[in-house]
């Protein structure tokens, strides 16, 4: 009997697991489906290449900002 508990337990996990597996492969595949869900979401067809360059950029220019607003905050002293 304790057997048979556990087969059927960890058929349970075993199915839990794949469909767990499958809503998350569905969900990777619906990312570019619809374009525009963030206010920074990039283009549909963007390559990794692509993606990994605004982000970058993004990065950069957050980097200029922040030490432009230092130099500023230090004339004024």
Do not use: C, W, Y
């Not at 087969?7 to 697991?17: G, H, N, T």
């Not at 619809?34 to 980097?63: C, D, F």
């Amino acid at each position: 009997m304790k057997a048979v508990f556990g087969m059927l337990s960890l058929l349970l996990v075993v199915v839990l697991v794949a469909l767990l597996a499958k809503k998350q492969l569905s969900g990777l595949s619906g990312v570019g489906a619809t374009p525009g869900i963030a206010s920074g979401a990039s283009a549909p067809l963007a390559t990794p290449q692509q993606s990994s360059q605004q982000l970058q950029n993004q990065v950069r220019k957050s980097v200029e900002d922040a030490m432009q607003q230092t130099r500023s905050q230090a004339d004024d002293k």
